[in-house]
């Protein structure tokens, strides 16, 4: 077995011997790269090592890993290395309270990439610096799960453009100060991927690309503990080939799992990993990250290698693309989140937690859960962030950790239940217009589709519609992290509830809340009269007072307990003051107590209206007011 300190003497002789060494620009190159090999290659090694070091070949699959990695910085572009070299000195940009991040499908939202390019001057007035495109590669047709199944990561589907294009849309977004961020989906390829059509064709090395097994036996014996993602799709998370062996598919019947048991399999991702980061891709969005390891006899999720495996991908970034970011997609239990979110791992995670919490104490008008996950869950590393959304392209499910919610005396199960009802309108009294997504009667599991302003009532009117999508942003906007909104949701679009009659959609409830650009929405936002006015002024000014309100940076947070059930309360601590949020998730006015609040000045400032308030009478709040006060501590 070759031991850890030659496999990096090996890997390092032999990518240093292939480095251009001559004068000029080169050179210079080629002394950073070295650097930042002497600096990252031993952790490398050491992940490596941990994953495949039990394989006789694994040294040479280091030295090859690490070679192409010089390979991809000798292509990558010059301007990116500029941008290298400025976030090598700035690495926490992302924590500044001017990040605001939108989400769109291309084709839905913009058509194609040119209409994308078209709509920066809109996302320069909403003030974004950080734009999600979903997925946007080559995939098969019709359905495609949304692009998640990936044919190629290396061509542009047809529809929305080329790769050349995607290449001068990165580089337009950065000349406006907007970040791109897409998608590495690399827990498992489409069925029509080159490598998955080898692997059905018989070919043993592709075969390995995957989990095939010629018969039951296995698949049995995974499937004793692994949960069903998408069970209206398939039970259990095998599918049938059509030469009657089995292959691993956790999510649709099209989308293979990859094996990352197989070396090959980890260098044949990173290379695409690398040729993304090259086209100017900023952050990528880790995929599934929950799923990327299988070990029979354990659910299959969340498994330590499945973070050695993240750890590595970052490794290989911090030599060959260092600027390029990871953010974890983990829409898991709140401790497991939690676990993948580390400088050296995944700097940018979704707070799936805060997201759906939100949505429960919209409709519990109880704020306890929510408050307690703040507490105890929101703080996370230096150098990394969270990404808070109100709501995704994805169901919403209720992740929140039973252990929590049963401290606070509510069972988990039947308050799911309750939820669900709620959010698709069979609960007496409830506004939300939800759809019901993955209904498992077997398992009693559903989760909820919907658009922000569906889930809030904006159908049946505007009014408290309008005050409940603004309460929802306004934790997103300030509890710590990046924003994240949903485009379209800032001109309150509505359920499309003729979903199921395009091509491939069929059953799949989320594409309720993945409307085509709202046109006549977006034409009334500047008219403050109508909802969708409303709700874009209102979002708008959260923007823009986030931007020039330094104590909103970065993602720390100070609990604040406002002795209200009805009332969220936090601090974001600044420099010697601190800001203080308080929310009314009730239908009635609340007041937190002057006695509350009395280890603050008197005087305090409500950033949000620009006005002084005083804090010596308490303060009372409208039902779904929130407020964000710039405070002095006492003491
Ligand atoms: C992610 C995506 C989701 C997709 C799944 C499979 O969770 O957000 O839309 O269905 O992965 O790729
Ligand atoms: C599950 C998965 C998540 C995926 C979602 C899609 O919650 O954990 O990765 O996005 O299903 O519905």
């Known amino acids: 077995m070759v031991e850890v300190a030659d496999a990096i003497e090996t890997a390092r002789r032999r990518v240093l011997a292939g480095l251009d060494t001559g004068p000029g620009p080169a050179d210079k190159d080629a002394a950073s790269f070295r650097r930042r090999l002497d600096a990252h290659l031993p952790e490398l090694a050491r992940l490596f090592g941990g994953l495949y070091g039990t394989r006789e070949d694994w040294a040479e699959q280091l030295t090859a890993l690490v070679q192409q990695a010089a390979r991809s910085w000798a292509d990558r572009p010059a301007e990116l290395k500029v941008l290298d070299a400025v976030r090598e000195q700035d690495t926490g940009w992302f924590l500044s309270n001017k990040m605001l991040g939108g989400v769109c499908y291309v084709d839905r939202y913009a058509g194609n990439l040119d209409g994308v390019r078209d709509r920066i001057p809109y996302f320069r007035e909403l003030?974004?610096?950080?734009?999600?495109?979903?997925?946007?590669?080559?995939?098969?047709?019709?359905?495609?799960?949304?692009?998640?199944?990936?044919?190629?990561?290396?061509?542009?589907?047809?529809?929305?453009?080329?790769?050349?294009?995607?290449?001068?849309?990165?580089?337009?977004?950065?000349?406006?100060?907007?970040?791109?961020?897409?998608?590495?989906?690399?827990?498992?390829?489409?069925?029509?991927?080159?490598?998955?059509?080898?692997?059905?064709?018989?070919?043993?090395?592709?075969?390995?690309?995957?989990?095939?097994?010629?018969?039951?036996?296995?698949?049995?014996?995974?499937?004793?503990?692994?949960?069903?993602?998408?069970?209206?799709?398939?039970?259990?998370?095998?599918?049938?080939?059509?030469?009657?062996?089995?292959?691993?598919?956790?999510?649709?019947?099209?989308?293979?799992?990859?094996?990352?048991?197989?070396?090959?399999?980890?260098?044949?991702?990173?290379?695409?990993?690398?040729?993304?980061?090259?086209?100017?891709?900023?952050?990528?969005?880790?995929?599934?990250?929950?799923?990327?390891?299988?070990?029979?006899?354990?659910?299959?999720?969340?498994?330590?290698?499945?973070?050695?495996?993240?750890?590595?991908?970052?490794?290989?970034?911090?030599?060959?693309?260092?600027?390029?970011?990871?953010?974890?997609?983990?829409?898991?239990?709140?401790?497991?989140?939690?676990?993948?979110?580390?400088?050296?791992?995944?700097?940018?995670?979704?707070?799936?937690?805060?997201?759906?919490?939100?949505?429960?104490?919209?409709?519990?008008?109880?704020?306890?859960?929510?408050?307690?996950?703040?507490?105890?869950?929101?703080?996370?590393?230096?150098?990394?962030?969270?990404?808070?959304?109100?709501?995704?392209?994805?169901?919403?499910?209720?992740?929140?950790?039973?252990?929590?919610?049963?401290?606070?005396?509510?069972?988990?199960?039947?308050?799911?239940?309750?939820?669900?009802?709620?959010?698709?309108n069979r609960f007496p009294g409830s506004f939300a217009r939800g759809v019901p997504f993955q209904d498992n009667p077997r398992t009693g599991d559903c989760r909820i589709s919907g658009t922000t302003a569906s889930l809030c009532g904006l159908e049946d009117g505007a009014g408290q519609a309008v005050d409940r999508i603004l309460l929802a942003h306004s934790v997103a906007f300030s509890t710590g992290g990046v924003p994240l909104l949903y485009l379209g949701d800032e001109v309150g679009q509505l359920n499309d509830y003729d979903f199921a009659l395009e091509d491939g959609h069929g059953t799949d409830s989320r594409w309720v809340h993945r409307p085509h650009f709202p046109a006549a929405r977006y034409a009334r936002r500047h008219d403050p009269s109508t909802p969708e006015g409303a709700v874009f002024a209102g979002l708008r000014n959260m923007i823009a007072v986030r931007s020039r309100t330094p104590e909103l940076a970065g993602t720390r947070l100070l609990d604040f307990a406002t002795k209200n059930p009805g009332v969220l309360g936090y601090q974001r601590p600044g420099d010697g003051t601190r800001i203080l949020a308080l929310a009314n998730f009730s239908d009635l006015p609340q007041t937190v107590e002057a006695a509350t609040l009395s280890g603050f000045a008197g005087d305090a400032l409500d950033v949000l209206a620009g006005a002084p308030v005083s804090l010596a009478r308490g303060i009372v709040l409208a039902p779904q007011q929130f407020v964000w006060l710039r405070v002095t501590p006492l003491s």
């Not at 290379?271 to 100017?280: P, T």
């Not at 997609?329 to 805060?354: K, M, T």
């Not at 704020?367 to 230096?382: C, F, G, T, Y």
Request: negative net charge; hydrophobic residues 45%.
């Open 127 to 424: 003030g974004l610096t950080y734009l999600h495109l979903m997925p946007l590669f080559l995939a098969p047709e019709p359905n495609s799960d949304g692009g998640y199944a990936v044919s190629s990561y290396r061509e542009v589907n047809p529809r929305l453009g080329t790769m050349e294009q995607l290449r001068g849309l990165a580089a337009e977004l950065r000349a406006n100060g907007i970040s791109l961020v897409v998608d590495f989906i690399f827990n498992h390829t489409s069925d029509e991927h080159e490598w998955a059509r080898k692997a059905s064709a018989g070919d043993p090395g592709h075969s390995d690309y995957y989990w095939i097994y010629p018969d039951r036996t296995m698949p049995d014996a995974f499937e004793e503990h692994v949960r069903e993602i998408f069970p209206d799709d398939h039970p259990g998370s095998f599918v049938p080939m059509p030469d009657g062996r089995w292959v691993w598919a956790t999510f649709h019947t099209f989308q293979w799992d990859l094996n990352y048991a197989n070396p090959e399999v980890f260098r044949a991702m990173a290379g695409e990993m690398l040729f993304l980061a090259n086209q100017g891709v900023d952050i990528l969005r880790m995929d599934a990250v929950a799923f990327i390891w299988k070990q029979l006899g354990t659910p299959c999720e969340n498994l330590p290698e499945a973070h050695l495996l993240l750890r590595a991908f970052n490794a290989v970034c911090r030599i060959a693309a260092p600027s390029l970011l990871f953010k974890s997609e983990a829409i898991v239990h709140p401790d497991e989140v939690a676990q993948y979110i580390d400088p050296a791992e995944c700097q940018l995670s979704y707070n799936p937690l805060q997201m759906a919490l939100i949505w429960e104490a919209m409709a519990t008008r109880d704020v306890s859960l929510l408050a307690q996950a703040l507490e105890r869950r929101h703080n996370i590393p230096a150098g990394t962030s969270w990404v808070n959304y109100v709501r995704s392209h994805d169901d919403i499910g209720w992740t929140f950790a039973d252990e929590d919610a049963a401290e606070l005396g509510i069972n988990g199960f039947d308050h799911r239940r309750f939820l669900n009802s709620f959010y698709v």
